[in-house]
C-alpha cells in the first residue's frame, strides 16, 4: 500500500486486516501512527513463535536472540509478557527438560546443572526446583551420578593410566592421574561427598580393570 503523499510502506497483512485499510485508502498520521505499531508488535511476536517453534527458550533467551534481530527492549518486554501468560514461554518446564537431556547424554552434578541454567537466564530457586524435581522423578543423586560420570571416565583411559591409578605407591604418575580425574570430577559439577564417591568408585574401577 502507499502513504497519501505516496511514500511505499510495507506493512504486514495482519496489521492491515487489524486497521481494516485496503490500497488506496487513505492514512491519517494517528491512524499511521497505530498501523505501524500494531505492525510492528506482530512482526516481534512472530519472531519469537519462530525461534519458540526450533526449540523451547527460556525468556532471557529469547530476549537476547529478539535483540539480535533490532527489535528494541521497550517492544520485546510486553510480547514476552503475552506469550508467557499464554503459556508460550515457562522457564521451569524449559529447565526441566534441559537436567533431563543432560542426565540422558551428558551427566554432571548439581553444581554444574545450575550454573548451566543461569546461563540461560533462569532463577537460581527455579533452577534447584527443577533439578529437585528431575532427580527425584529418576530416583537419582549426585553421589549416583558422581559413580556413572567416574566409570565412563575410567572406560576411556589408556592402560598406562589406570595403572598409575592402581598403585600403592605414591608416584608422579599417580599424582598426575589423580589430579586429572579430580579435575574432571570437579568440571561436571562435583563437590564434597560426591566427588569423593566419584573418585574413591574410579580408583576401585581402575584396580579391577588393571588386574
Not at 191 to 207: K, S, T, V
Amino acid at each position: 500500500m502507499h502513504l497519501d503523499r505516496g511514500d511505499p510502506l510495507e506493512i504486514t497483512l495482519e496489521a492491515l486486516e487489524r486497521a481494516r485499510l485496503g490500497v488506496g485508502d487513505p492514512l491519517p498520521p494517528q491512524r499511521r501512527h497505530h498501523l505501524l505499531n500494531d505492525d510492528a508488535d506482530i512482526r516481534v511476536r512472530d519472531a519469537a513463535l519462530t525461534l519458540i517453534s526450533y526449540r523451547a527458550r527460556t525468556r532471557a533467551e529469547l530476549k537476547k536472540r529478539l535483540r539480535q534481530k533490532g527489535f528494541v527492549s521497550a517492544r520485546i518486554e510486553p510480547c514476552l509478557d503475552r506469550l508467557q501468560d499464554k503459556g508460550f514461554i515457562d522457564d521451569g518446564a524449559v529447565a526441566e527438560a534441559f537436567v533431563r537431556d543432560r542426565l540422558r547424554h551428558r551427566p554432571r552434578g548439581r553444581v554444574a546443572l545450575s550454573a548451566e541454567l543461569r546461563a540461560k537466564g533462569v532463577t537460581g530457586d527455579l533452577a534447584a526446583h527443577a533439578i529437585d524435581r528431575v532427580f527425584e522423578d529418576a530416583a537419582i543423586d549426585d553421589v549416583d551420578l558422581a559413580r556413572e560420570v567416574a566409570e565412563k571416565w575410567i572406560r576411556r583411559q589408556p592402560a598406562a593410566l589406570l595403572e598409575a591409578l592402581s598403585s600403592k605407591d605414591r608416584t608422579p604418575e599417580r599424582d598426575k592421574a589423580n589430579r586429572r580425574l579430580t579435575g574432571y570430577l570437579t568440571r561436571r559439577g562435583f563437590r564434597g561427598d560426591p566427588l569423593r564417591e566419584g573418585i574413591a568408585h574410579a580408583l576401585d574401577r581402575a584396580r579391577d580393570r588393571h588386574d
